[in-house]
């Protein structure tokens, strides 16, 4: 069956995403584990520069409501999709004594 999704990328408009965890598992069940999640949200969000309107984080996927440019809300479905080009910094890079505790 041919897939006819049509992705629409504009100025102004709202982006929703839907992402799961590895095999549907409730890797976000606990409050420490989505508070994680949250710190690289934001981390993501600050690189890309787009507004995030809505979240709902259950245990085994999230949904996301972001706003911005085009370019950015390509470039975030892209970084999630195919495992991300970037790497969020859990203070955990570089010298030991500068890390941080979570």
Sequence with gaps: MPNRLHRSYGAGYAHFFTTSCYRRLP??????????????????????????????????????LIGGWPTQARRVAHSSQAGGPFKPDFGLSGDSRKRRRL
């Excluded at 890309?48 to 809505?54: A, H, K």
């Design 27 to 64: 890797l976000l069940g606990t409050a420490s584990l989505r508070d994680l999640f949250l710190y690289v949200l934001e981390q993501v969000r600050r690189r890309y520069r787009f507004l995030v309107l809505g979240y709902v984080i259950m245990p085994e996927h999230v949904h996301l």
